[in-house]
């Protein structure tokens, strides 16, 4: 019922910025509540971000919180991720979802119900 489609990563040297985006299909966009997730070789997906319907509540993990900064423009059906201040440990494929289910924020990977096909961010030291 909903496309998601990431894009703006790349190879950025540590302390450098990315910006991501994520655009979104569906009317009910403006409803959905939206996350960041990313995954590492070899390791397991988690929680990187998350914004509600109104774009007014956002969580972080504690591996980001004040360097990335979440963010959505309804009337554009884009979310976005500005990563700043990148370590080489952010290096991994970065995934936006949608909760189509609840109007609040979850770190859940489950309460999740539609996903994207990910971007590549690679930070070099």
């Known amino acids: 019922q909903v496309q998601l489609v990431e894009s703006g990563g790349g190879l950025v040297q540590a302390g450098g910025s990315l910006r991501l985006s994520c655009a979104a299909s569906g009317r009910t966009f403006s409803r959905y509540a939206m996350g960041w997730f990313r995954q590492a070789p070899g390791k397991e997906r988690e929680f990187v971000a998350a914004i509600n319907w109104s774009g007014y509540s956002t969580y972080y993990a504690d591996s980001v919180r004040g360097r990335f900064t979440i963010s959505r423009d309804n009337a554009k059906n884009t979310v976005y991720l500005q990563m700043n201040s990148l370590k080489p440990e952010d290096t991994a494929i970065y995934y936006c979802?949608?909760?189509?289910?609840?109007?609040?924020?979850?770190?859940?990977?489950?309460?999740?119900?539609?996903w994207g096909q990910g971007t590549q961010v690679t930070v070099s030291s």
């Open positions: 979802a949608a909760d189509a289910t609840r109007l609040g924020l979850s770190p859940e990977i489950y309460e999740y119900d539609y």
